[in-house]
Each structure stands twice: as C-alpha cells, then as structure tokens.
C-alpha cells in the first residue's frame, strides 16, 4: 500500500464505463481524489462498498488502485418470510448488509405451509394475517434497486401448499382435502388458471427481477390416486403416472413465467426420466438425493448451489464462519446425516454454476 491519506479526500462523480464487463469495477484513491467506475450501476455500488471497507479505525483510507468483479454471477440470499415472517424494516436491514457482503440478489420465499405473505388482489382470500401489500413490495424494491441488490420472489407450488388450500379449498385442493392438505389439484383447468393470474401479478409486483421462483419440491401425492379431476386431467393429456404429472405441472408453470418475461427458477425435486424439465430453467440445488448437481450439470442443466451444508440455515439450523469459509464453495454440494450425502460432491468450475445462496 502507498502512504495513508491524512487529509480529507475529494470524491470525484462515480461514473459507468461501457468498456468493462457488467459487474466489474475499477477503484483508484491517490492524491487527485477518490475516482470510482463501473461496468454497471450495481458494479459501482460495489465499488463504492469497497471503499467503505477500506477506512480504518482512524478513518484513513490507503492510496490504492483495485480493479475487480465477481466470480460468481449468483450470489444469493434467501428469506425465509412464510416460517419466519420479518417487517419491512427488517427486510431493508438485510438489503443493507447484502449490499455490504456483495450479494446481489436476495430471494422472498413469500409462501409455504405456515403462512402466505403476498396479498393478491385478484385472490385476496389467500394472504395471511402477516403479509406485504403492493406498497409494502414497491417500497422493498425501491430500496433494493438504490442499493444495488434484485429481489427474487418465490410462490412454492404445487406443495408446500398449504396456504392455498387453507383459504380457498374449493379452487386449490383435491376433492379429499383430509388425505391430502399440502399439494395443489394439479388435474384442474381452474388451478392453472388461478397461477397464471398470481404470477402476473408478482411480474408486476417485482418489475426488476429476472426470475421467478416457483418452488417445485418435495411434493407429496396422497390422495392422488382416487381424485377423480386428477384421473381425467391424466387421461385427456396421456400422462401415464404421478411423476409425469408432476413434471408436466412443472413444465407449465415454467412457461407462465417465461410468458410474463421472467426466467423459471426451482428446487432440486425432479428426477430424470419421464417428461423432460426444459434446460433454460435454472436449477437451485440444495440436497444430493434424487437428482444429484453433478448429475443435472452433466444433463445440460444450469444451476445454483443452495447446498443442505453448510448454507441451508432455515429452522435455526447453523454452521460456523470458518466452516462455511474454508470447508465450501459453489462447486462443493454436502448433505445432512447420510454417509455418503455427509461426504459431499465437488464439481469442476462450470458456466452452468451460476454460483451460491445462502438460505434462512
């Protein structure tokens, strides 16, 4: 490092170049000043985040020159909001410290079984007690966007469902409600109907993101078998088991959103086989079994690491900072308790790594 500054110090107009890459930023403190460029708006807020990094505790910053951008192009963290409901306020005070770790994205997993925080206006029925209304979201997207940070919303479906079937089990439920209260009818015309509407409406709630999540995990099918709707949707489009019907409910739902300009997004869930889960749908791999992350990036799939270990900390799950640090990374996926899941799969650094997230 050169010498310490020990004066005050001139920040010259933070600027974009086009030269450089999309997130990639140059950072210059000499005698002339403070000058800072990005390839982006989001490369510059990082830059200067950078620079906040560098005063110490004497509020000295060094004379240096950095150019730098990220590895990964994903770098998430995801909220748990329907287990662990937060306040707006608690929200933006995760947007501020992704902002300061880098993180751009920060995923809402806005429903599951215990509550279903986005308020619909065309399903109004379905938002549960704690909730963000439109204001709520275009306040949190506001504030993210002046930070540098895209959020990325998520309706689990077609389980994880419970939310839906609690508030309107007419329209989302099988006829048997009480062998089955966790997965959506996937043989009604009603169903798909309804989740082409919800997912306008969080298209146009959430404007800056590129995806959507949709869920798409551990789907349970009970009741499945006798639902006289799910037979004849089965039937009519030749779907031959439950599987298929649940891949070919997937396949739908990804195209609503692709419709709605976004990109799809879903869990680790499917396995190989069957009705084809189409390549442009990004992969958010968190467990080993079924389908494993080698497997999907070997197949053609694009994915990011959400791995069990060491960065699924929803249900006060923790690890530690070192383990986290030093022991993963967005090539290495690890399970829980099974040997072998326990032993872990690395992967050679990949394209279709888009890189990480953290959920919690």
């Known amino acids: 490092l050169l010498p310490w500054q020990k004066h005050s110090i001139l920040l010259n107009p933070l600027s974009q170049d086009g030269a450089l890459a999309d997130e990639a930023y140059t950072l210059d403190v ?25 005063i110490d505790e004497q509020h000295r910053i060094p004379y240096i020159a950095i150019k730098d951008a ?29 902002r300061w770790y880098k993180i751009n994205y920060l995923h809402l997993h806005l429903t599951d079984d215990a509550l279903f925080t986005f308020k619909s206006n065309a399903f109004p029925k379905l938002a549960s007690e704690q909730h963000y209304s439109s204001e709520d979201l275009k306040e949190l997207n506001a504030f993210a966007r002046a930070r540098g940070i895209t959020l990325i919303p998520e309706i689990d479906v077609p389980g994880h469902s419970s939310g839906f079937i609690r508030a309107m089990p007419e329209l989302f439920g099988i006829h048997d ?22 997912f306008d409406e969080l298209a146009e709630a959430f404007p800056d993101a590129p995806y959507i999540h949709v869920g798409g995990d551990e789907v349970f099918a009970g009741g499945f078998g006798d639902d006289p ?39 680790t869930g499917f396995q190989p086989g069957g009705v084809e889960i189409p390549k442009d749908i990004v992969i958010m791999a968190w467990t080993l079994s079924g389908y494993p992350p080698d497997e999907l990036i070997r197949d053609g799939y694009t994915v990011i690491n ?52 953290m959920s919690s």
């Open 30 to 54: 000499s005698s002339e000043g403070v000058t800072v460029e990005g390839g982006s708006y989001r490369a510059v807020a990082m830059a200067t985040i950078t620079l906040l990094q560098l």
């Open 70 to 98: 990220p590895k990964n192009e994903y770098r998430g963290l995801m909220l748990d909001l329907s287990r662990a409901w937060h306040s707006v306020e608690t929200i933006k005070q995760v947007i501020t410290l992704a």
């Open 177 to 198: 409600i009480r062998a089955n209260s966790f997965t959506l009818n996937m043989g009604k015309e009603e169903v798909y109907s309804a989740l082409d509407t919800l």
């Open 229 to 267: 709707d799910i037979q004849a949707y089965m039937r009519k489009h030749n779907i031959e088991n439950l599987d298929d019907l649940y891949k070919q409910f997937l396949v739908r739902v990804s195209d609503m959103v692709k419709r709605k300009g976004k990109k799809a997004m879903i869990w």
């Open 306 to 357: 959400a791995s069990w270990q060491p960065v699924y900390v929803v249900n006060n799950r923790k690890w530690s900072p070192e383990t986290i640090y030093t022991k993963w990374s967005s090539h290495i996926w690890k399970g829980e308790a099974d040997p072998v899941e326990a032993k872990g799969i690395e992967v050679e650094e990949s394209t279709q790594v888009l890189g990480g997230s």
